[in-house]
């Protein structure tokens, strides 16, 4: 039995447990700070691991390592390592410092990490239960205000009713398949005597249940009101690992098991990702709290990755995984530069409250810039490229209504994100900002430098996501 | 020598990049605001001097009797994908190279006391720009064009926005928007090409053949792009206000190069790639160039702004060009070509002679001035010279393009050259109505009874753009040598594309 394949999550596991102990062992204002610094550690072993790890199927075909899922890993626990850096600083204000947060985000890592691997319907609700249930508790960490308990409680309600959907699905699927193996799916579903209308009632609804996670409309509901009363390193986090990992799955259930039926699901990926990239585009536009706006901007984002999903080929997943890669990157660094918004020792979250940052703080300022260009699709931009590999799939597919529609929502979008820019340089300038701490000034240069740069030898990662996506169409 | 590149360096990468190093070395000042700025200018002025000298180089070692791309550059960007960074120029884009790298110059020293606040900043801006434009000009990547292209917006974007006039917020956002919303579409038009001709070099795709239908589409994609930044009526609007609220720099480079992208798409992209939907759409593009040049003619007659009036014959001077490059024969093309390098500099000067009075009184209002010969003999002179130009009087810049433009009308169409023409007619009559009104006239205000005439500087500004608006209108030859082969080689390949497939028009009659 290969039990090897899963070294990097049985080594993360582990590193959580102990942890654990430590924290409980260890007293003191210190033990956050040494949990968060030993996470990151941990992340940086696991990355080390993953890309040292062979290649397989293993554990009765419930687990596989590809090039597609580690590509996504390493996607994973980049955003996990750059959360927990974010957290760094916000817990120390904000009185958080427990060490239990670190340690929630590696095993929401490990569940994320469980589902890209997943090759049966029982490792994915395992892995999305591990990463979910994580989660819920990191949303309502800051026990103490209203709004963080608030979040944490409607992500939990809404959460476990899209389980529930998703469970529903597995077993229906379970039922007219007779079995949970990815590949065991695919061979009931390409003899057209066994695919039964129930199969495709059971994917409507698995379909429905990740859908929620990526927070695709018409599931996005709980996007805003989570996004906005979690702590906002939460935020952070919450907006790209789990949104790489629930697309990532969502990408390789349908063009595997699902695959011969293609023209079924097709039409449900592009309503919804018609529907993501106007409500998006649209409901962004009228926010005043910036964290509410990233979660409208994290829809529209989604409704584009949907795109390459919805052109159904390798070209389409290669731009799905440049989408996602692009999107954890100007995302993590738009939230370092939102935990940096603090005047006067308290934490501010409006639009306006940016006013003038391109006199108070240019450097800050630069690199909102740059994400919101990015966000916008504008060239040389790391976004623009993910936009570029999203329309050349949808392009090659022939699926103009949805390019076009695509394109236009993008221009409607840029509206909001130049509206930032605006509010930074053009208009009169608030208060300053307090002094940025090093850990965030950190976390946006990486972001800013990547996003900024991407576009000098985007080769090496054009190349890596071609290899992953090959492996879904052998 | 080297066939291919003939400068034996990298010269139009150099060209490119080289003002943005000038503008990361400028961010890079620290000192009191006042030291800043003064050197933040100096070393903007001196980088945009050193890259246009550089470009000189373009002016003599351009081989003008090819036709073919020369100076040519490449290197592997996503070599298995078709798209690699390439950067050549031939007789289409030389001069609009070297426009920009000469403008660029004009615009920083006319922006030495008129922009105050964050000065570095603005020279930032402006230099980014200049190597957008630069990129953008010399790209033979239809991928490196649409960055260029695309990318320009960011630094026009800030710099109407943060340095323009009271409604600079409304302006910038709807010049972003607009442009964008063009831009998109031929983003998508690009992926159809690439996954077509399998690759993004512009020259495969102009060796390519494209399906008939398939270019009807791609030329409205284009057209959707370019067509908004020519600007092309009804789609013009978004230009009076951007002009109107930039920094009179600004305005220049508005003026003097970005209305030229969009022509210079036309050139490069919808005349060559797609023969047969030009041949089909040139009616199109002829009517909404005659109602531009006419309509914003008359629109231009009734403004009491300047830069606004300017603007609008901006329009009506690029809906000329449009006429020329549509008619697809050599006097036409030459013509579109000369026009638009005529205007380039002639509307550019125009707006500087707007900042002049703008520096002094801070209006544009033309009811505000009057009577400026008494005091400002020597602007009175340069602002008819420029006037005169912008009309098209013969031994001015602005003859020959539209005299040209006309011909090839002619050629295709008596009524298009006809109504083409009243549009001199319609530009004399605005042209000289503005000039009378700010120039004639009593004094009647007293802050113009003190009113100074050009400053050194001023002059250092104008004198060049002087020189150019004659020399181009008495020694066209000069310019037109550059482009000659080239065009022809156009017409040739666009006669024969039409000459060997079915007329798009017979495909799709009923």
Redesign the interface.
């Known amino acids: 039995m290969n039990w090897h394949l899963a070294i990097p999550e049985i080594f993360l596991s582990c590193a959580a447990m102990a942890m654990l102990l430590i924290g409980v062992l260890m007293r003191g204002e210190k033990v956050f700070f040494a949990a968060s610094m030993m996470a990151v550690g941990a992340v940086l072993l696991t990355g080390i691991l993953v890309l040292s790890g062979a290649g397989g199927v293993g554990y009765h075909g419930l687990f596989a390592v590809d090039a597609y899922s580690n590509f996504a890993k390493l996607l994973i626990l980049a955003a996990v390592g750059f959360g927990v850096v974010m957290s760094l600083d916000y817990n120390d204000h904000e009185n958080l410092r427990r060490f239990e947060f670190p340690i929630l985000m590696l095993l929401a890592a490990v569940g994320m990490m469980l589902m890209v691997s997943a090759a049966s319907l029982m490792t994915l609700y395992l892995g999305l239960e591990l990463m979910s249930l994580s989660i819920y508790v990191l949303a309502a960490f800051a026990r103490d205000e209203r709004r963080s308990a608030e979040a944490g409680l409607k992500y939990f309600v809404l959460g476990a009713l899209a389980s529930g959907l998703l469970l529903y699905g597995v077993s229906l699927v379970y039922g007219f398949a007779g079995t949970m193996s990815f590949d065991g799916i695919a061979t009931a579903m390409a003899d057209p005597k066994q695919a039964s209308p129930g199969l495709t009632v059971g994917l409507v609804f698995i379909v429905a249940g990740l859908a929620f996670k990526i927070s695709a409309v018409p599931f996005h509901m709980w996007t805003p009101d989570v996004y906005e009363g979690a702590p906002t390193p939460v935020t952070a986090f919450m907006g790209t690992a789990p949104k790489v990992a629930a697309m990532v799955l969502l990408v390789r259930l349908l063009t595997g098991p699902f695959g011969q039926q293609l023209a079924q699901w097709q039409q449900l990926i592009v309503l919804v990702a018609i529907a993501s990239m106007l409500l998006g585009s649209l409901a962004a536009i009228g926010q005043r709290n910036i964290k509410r706006l990233m979660a409208y901007s994290s829809i529209g984002h989604m409704g584009y990755a949907l795109i390459g999903l919805a052109a159904g080929t390798a070209d389409g997943v290669r731009g799905v995984l440049i989408y996602m890669l692009t999107y954890v990157f100007m995302n993590v660094g738009t939230f370092a530069c939102i935990i940096a918004m603090r005047r006067g020792g308290r934490n501010v979250e409006g639009v306006s409250d940016l006013a003038g940052l391109g006199r108070t703080d240019p450097m800050l300022a630069m690199a909102i810039a740059v994400f919101m260009f990015s966000m916008a699709g504008i060239p040389p931009f790391s976004g623009f490229w993910g936009k570029y590999f999203i329309f050349t799939a949808a392009v090659q597919q022939g699926m103009w209504t949805l390019a076009v529609i695509g394109v236009l929502t993008s221009v409607i979008g840029a509206f909001y994100y130049i509206r930032i820019i605006k509010v930074m340089y053009f208009d009169d300038a608030a208060p300053a900002f307090d002094a940025r701490p090093a850990a965030l000034s950190f976390v946006a240069a990486a972001g800013g430098l990547f996003t900024a740069f991407f576009f000098i030898f985007p080769a090496p990662v054009v190349a890596a996501a071609q290899a992953a996506a090959k492996v879904l169409f052998p | 020598m080297n066939a291919l590149n003939a400068a034996g360096f990298p010269l139009l990468s150099l060209l490119t990049f080289l003002p943005l190093v000038g503008g990361v070395a400028i961010m890079m000042i620290r000192g009191t605001e006042e030291a800043v700025a003064a050197n933040a200018r100096w070393a903007a002025l001196w980088t945009s001097l050193i890259v246009f000298a550089l470009s000189l180089v373009l002016w003599f070692r351009f081989d003008t009797a090819s036709a073919g791309f020369q100076f040519v550059e490449e290197a592997?960007?996503?070599?298995?994908?078709g798209i690699s960074y390439k950067m050549g120029v031939d007789g289409i884009s030389v001069l609009f190279v070297l426009l920009a790298t000469a403008l660029t110059p004009i615009c920083i020293l006319a922006s030495w006391e008129s922009i105050g606040t964050?000065v570095r900043?603005f020279m930032f801006a402006f230099l980014v720009l200049e190597t957008m434009m630069v990129g953008m000009f010399a790209a033979l990547d239809f991928?490196v064009f649409?960055?260029f292209f695309?990318?320009v917006?960011?630094p026009m974007?800030?710099i109407i926005?943060?340095w323009g006039g009271p409604r600079?917020?409304y302006a910038?956002?709807k010049f972003?928007?607009y442009t964008?919303?063009g831009s998109?579409?031929m983003?998508?038009a690009l992926?159809?090409m690439?996954?077509a001709a399998g690759s993004t070099d512009i020259q495969v795709l102009m060796a390519h053949k494209f399906a008939p239908t398939m270019q009807t589409w791609l030329f409205l994609a284009f057209f959707a792009s370019f067509a908004v930044k020519v600007p092309m009526w009804p789609v013009h609007t978004w230009l009076p206000d951007a002009h109107v609220e930039a920094p009179t720099a600004g305005s220049v480079i508005l003026a003097g190069v970005l209305l030229k992208m969009g022509a210079y798409g036309f050139l490069r992209f919808s005349v060559p790639m797609l023969p047969d939907a030009t041949a089909y759409f040139a009616p199109m593009v002829f009517t909404l160039s005659v109602v531009a040049v006419i309509y914003t003619s008359l629109v231009a007659l009734a403004q009491t702004d300047m830069k606004k009036l300017i603007a609008y014959s901006s329009v009506a001077h690029m809906g000329v060009v449009t006429i020329g490059i549509f008619t697809v024969n050599e006097q036409g093309l030459s013509g579109a070509l000369f026009q638009m390098l005529a205007h380039g500099v002639v509307s550019g000067a125009l707006f500087l002679c707007v900042g002049v009075v703008y520096d002094r009184i801070h209006s544009r209002e033309i009811t505000r001035y009057g009577g400026l010969a008494e005091r400002m003999p020597k602007y009175a002179l340069v602002f008819m010279l420029f006037s005169m130009a912008s009309v098209g009087l013969p031994g001015t810049a602005g003859f020959v393009g539209e005299f040209l433009v006309l011909v090839g009308a002619f050629k295709v169409n008596f009524w298009l050259a006809l109504l083409g023409s009243l549009g001199m007619v319609l530009g004399a009559a605005y042209m000289l109505y503005l000039y009378r009104r700010v120039i004639f006239g009593r004094i009647t205000r007293d802050d113009l009874r003190s009113i100074l005439d050009l400053s050194p500087r001023e002059v250092a500004v104008f004198a060049p753009l002087v020189l150019l608006t004659l020399w181009m209108g008495i020694y066209p030859s000069s310019f037109t040598v550059f482009w000659d082969a080239t065009v022809h080689g156009m017409v040739e390949k666009h006669l024969a594309a039409l000459a060997s497939t079915t007329k798009l028009a017979g495909v799709l009659a009923p």
């Open positions: 592997a960007w996503l070599p298995e994908w964050r900043e991928v649409y960055m695309e990318g917006l960011i974007y800030l926005g943060v600079r917020v910038a956002i972003f928007l964008l919303a998109v579409l983003l998508l992926l159809a690439w996954y």
